[in-house]
Antibody, heavy 117, light 110 residues
Framework: EVQLVESGGGLVQPGGSLRVSCAASGFTFSRSWMSWVRQAPGKGLEWVANIKEDGSEKYYVDSVKGRITISRDNAKNSLYLQMNSLRAEDTAVYYC??????????WGQGTLVTVSS | QSALTQPASVSGSPGQSITISCTGTSSDVGSYNLVSWYQQHPGKAPKLMIYEGSKRPSGVSNRFSGSKSGNTASLTISGLQAEDEADYYCCSYAGSGTYVFGSGTKVTVL
């Protein structure tokens, strides 16, 4: 059974940093593109970032470029999102999802990141 | 990277059919056969309902169907049921490794 379990969310002050993680199981993680998608409270879904199987390619939505970095550790079957210079508008539930070539079949349950003083 | 345009809400009575539109541009929806649709119930993670424009994942009811014409994709729910009441989002590949979601549509079963 495929499982994606996010962790690491919490309350952080504006300008601060946070790293959220996603533990994957039930499939060959090292052969899968992975993505982060976020959802601000009461708002719609927003694609944030993608990373290729071996980490050699990474893509971001314009609003997070230079502040947020996606990475992975295939030995640990884990996906990460390092978020720096956080802003109030980054407040959201962050979902990790497996990117199956143009669509997201498997999703985690999400982890809430709140940016507030 | 502007969000795809969806109607804010669509409603229908049980048994009826409804269609949700998703309008993009020639840089996303119009250029790729990579539109997907997601159903999201309150407090839950999104669920894939349609991928590559019109394909249904295993386990998704055949009451859900997808299509595309030009820069607009559509999701049709036939034989509307109470459990179909949820938010629906379209998503398209937008080139250069990026994706864009739609603004979301709240479906209400009257």
């Amino acid at each position: 059974e495929v499982q994606l379990v996010e962790s690491g969310g919490g309350l952080v002050q504006p300008g601060g940093s946070l790293r959220v993680s996603c533990a994957a199981s039930g499939f060959t993680f090292s052969r899968s593109w992975m993505s982060w998608v976020r959802q601000a409270p009461g708002k719609g879904l927003e694609w944030v970032a993608n990373i290729k199987e071996d980490g050699s390619e990474k893509y971001y939505v314009d609003s997070v470029k230079g502040r947020i970095t996606i990475s992975r550790d295939n030995a640990k079957n884990s996906l990460y999102l390092q978020m720096n210079s956080l802003r109030a508008e980054d407040t959201a539930v962050y979902y990790c999802a497996r990117n199956d070539g143009g669509y997201f079949y498997y999703w985690g349950q999400g982890t809430l990141v709140t940016v507030s003083s | 990277q502007s969000a795809l345009t969806q109607p804010a809400s669509v409603s229908g009575s049980p048994g009826q059919s409804i269609t949700i539109s998703c309008t993009g541009t020639s840089s996303d929806v119009g250029s790729y056969n990579l539109v997907s649709w997601y159903q999201q119930h309150p407090g839950k993670a999104p669920k894939l309902m349609i991928y590559e424009g019109s394909k249904r994942p295993s386990g998704v009811s055949n009451r859900f169907s997808g299509s595309k014409s030009g820069n607009t994709a559509s999701l049709t729910i036939s034989g509307l049921q109470a459990e179909d009441e949820a938010d629906y989002y379209c998503c398209s590949y937008a080139g250069s490794g990026t994706y864009v979601f739609g603004s979301g549509t709240k479906v209400t079963v009257l």
